[in-house]
C-alpha cells in the first residue's frame, strides 16, 4: 500500500473538506496493490460512510473501488477523485525523494569480524555494535 493520507478540515490535512460535519483529522486514505482505495475512520464525530452499488454503509475502516463514493460526515467525494489525488500526492514523494541527496552509509567491522553499516544488525551474529573493534 501507499503511504496514507488524511482527509478532514484541519489544514495539515492532505484533502481538505471544509465542511462543519467533517473532524480535524476525519479518516486516512491510501492505495491497495490493485488500485483500490483503503480508507480507515479516525474515529471521527460523523462516521465515514462507503456508498457501493447505490447503498450507502457506515464503515470503521474498507476497501473501495472506482465507481463507489466515499462520505466524511456529510461531504460525498468519488472514489476515482480520491484515486487520482491519492496517485499525484504519491508520485510528488517519490519524486521529491528521488531528488533528496543520498546520506552515506558508514560501515563497521563487527566484533564476529563481519563488516556491515553502522547501526544495524549483524547479518552474522545479530548483534548491533556501533564502531569498529578494538
Known sequence: ???????????ACAFVLSDDTVSGRHA???LTADGQLFV????????TSTVVGGV???VRQAVV???D????????VPVADLIAAVQVANAR??????????????????????VKPEGAACPCCGTETRGPRR
Do not use: H, W
Not at 69 to 76: L, P, R, T
Open 69 to 76: 463514493s466515499i462520505v466524511f460526515g456529510d461531504c460525498s
Open 1 to 11: 500500500m501507499s503511504r496514507e493520507f488524511l482527509v478532514g478540515r484541519d489544514p
Open 65 to 67: 473501488g472506482r465507481g
Open 93 to 114: 514523494d517519490e519524486d521529491a525523494r528521488a531528488r533528496q541527496p543520498r546520506q552515506p552509509v558508514t560501515y563497521v567491522r563487527c566484533a564476529c569480524g563481519t
Open 28 to 30: 486516512e486514505l491510501s
Open 56 to 58: 450507502r454503509k457506515k
Open 40 to 47: 480507515v475512520d479516525r474515529a471521527s464525530r460523523n462516521g
